[in-house]
């Protein structure tokens, strides 16, 4: 595994308060990300979620915030229990007039174990495009369109 950093760049038609409360709101985390018992955008704010490649292959994700720029930029650790590496992930925003371009960047991926094939940056990949450019997507569209109701329409 080479040590290029995964970057995945999105516009999304919303301001930055909306995604930043995506990124760092745990009931909002839920439906696009994954279902974390606790969050806080703090710098040591320690966090833990499971994922994996199937129900039966789960891996303890083990997070630690490192960075919190109120809605610019979200930077946490990421490693896994049991297995020897560390790696960072972070969300930064920039506002492109009344739509926010998302920089998702994550590096140190060479420092997990290279006999794993579950570690291999192209499942960084793929899972990081689904989580940006599916889930994450569909989710921002959603809030973005409940909060600007379409003239005349009627709940």
């Not at 040590?3 to 995945?8: E, W």
């Not at 959603?142 to 009627?154: D, R, Y």
Request: glycine share 6%; aromatic share 14%; hydrophobic share 35%.
């Amino acid at each position: 595994m080479d040590n290029q950093p995964i970057v995945i760049e999105r516009l999304f038609n919303a301001p930055a308060s909306l995604l930043w409360k995506a990124l760092t709101n745990k009931d909002e985390m839920k439906n696009w990300y994954f279902n974390l018992a606790e969050f806080k955008a703090e710098p040591g704010f320690r966090f833990q979620f499971s994922g994996g490649p199937s129900p039966e292959k789960q891996y303890t994700h083990l997070c630690e915030v490192t960075e919190v720029v109120p809605e610019k930029k979200l930077a946490y650790s990421w490693r896994y229990e049991g297995y020897p590496g560390i790696s960072y992930v972070s969300f930064e925003l920039a506002p492109q007039g009344d739509k926010t371009l998302l920089t998702l960047t994550h590096t140190g991926l060479a420092s997990f174990p290279h006999d794993n094939p579950d570690f291999d940056a192209s499942n960084f990949i793929k899972g990081w495009n689904g989580i940006i450019n599916k889930s994450l997507a569909a989710y921002i569209e959603k809030a973005e369109s409940a909060s600007h109701p379409v003239a005349g329409a009627t709940r």
